[in-house]
T-cell receptor
Framework: GAVVSQHPSWVICKSGTSVKIECRSL??????MFWYRQFPKQSLMLMAT?????????EQGVEKDKFLINHASLTLSTLTVTSAHPEDSSFYIC?????????????FGPGTRLTVL | AQSVSQHNHHVILSEAASLELGCNYS??????LFWYVQYPGQHLQLLLK??????LVKGIKGFEAEFIKSKFSFNLRKPSVQWSDTAEYFC????????????FGTGTKLQVIP
């Protein structure tokens, strides 16, 4: 089956620093990837849609200058949390949709736990 | 805009009991519907999906869901739960076309007692 990986699986950083999270589709190409965040005991909230070769589409209320997304290739999207603060601590999950299909199915990565001190 | 509501936030069942988790969506057009499961400490996995055709969909691990268009519902069922079904279950919807943005419900935590 389609596999999506994320790196790192967890990260702890100091307030004010930037953190980069990678999302890779391992055995398929993904024109479109999605970034979600999940707060404890809450659902996944879509942050942005990452499109290979073009700018990401951000959801309302998500700061594009704070959450930088780069979809450099058909198998890699990165999310950089810039100048992280404790309120950015969360579980970040990416998903990828296989290119060239109409399956409308997304495959999820295992998530990255970010803790900002 | 599409939205999803799951009315049961926390369900506790004994093993062998039957399960039904409610899911209602709000969207006027054609939709794709999903149920995902997140076992403790693990990532989201697809349980089943509905795109078109037979409204009764069978998924993995004995789960099934029925799409009732008139009720905008996609309830998840399992006739006999096991302790290993303890997990959080998310209903999700997306509208075909565009970027296939998926909207998730708030999730239902299922606890199965041996």
């Amino acid at each position: 089956g389609a596999v999506v990986s994320q790196h790192p699986s967890w990260v702890i950083c100091k307030s004010g620093t930037s953190v980069k999270i990678e999302c890779r589709s391992l055995d398929f190409q993904a024109t479109t990837m999605f970034w979600y965040r999940q707060f404890p005991k809450q659902s996944l909230m879509l942050m942005a849609t990452s499109n290979e070769g073009s700018k990401a589409t951000y959801e309302q209320g998500v700061e594009k200058d704070k959450f930088l997304i780069n979809h450099a290739s058909l198998t890699l999207s990165t999310l950089t949390v810039t100048s992280a603060h404790p309120e950015d601590s969360s579980f970040y999950i990416c998903s990828a949709r296989e290119s060239g299909t109409f399956k409308n199915e997304q495959f999820f990565g295992p998530g990255t736990r970010l803790t900002v001190l | 805009a599409q939205s999803v509501s799951q009315h049961n936030h926390h369900v506790i069942l004994s093993e062998a009991a039957s399960l039904e988790l409610g899911c209602n969506y709000s969207y006027g057009g054609t939709v794709n519907l999903f149920w995902y499961v997140q076992y403790p400490g693990q990532h989201l996995q697809l349980l089943l999906k509905y795109f078109s055709g037979d409204p009764l969909v069978k998924g993995i691990k004995g789960f099934e869901a029925e799409f009732i268009k008139s009720k905008f519902s996609f309830n998840l069922r399992k006739p006999s739960v096991q302790w290993s079904d303890t997990a959080e279950y998310f209903c999700a919807v997306n509208a075909p076309g565009g970027y296939q943005k998926v909207t998730f419900g708030t999730g239902t935590k299922l606890q199965v007692i041996p």
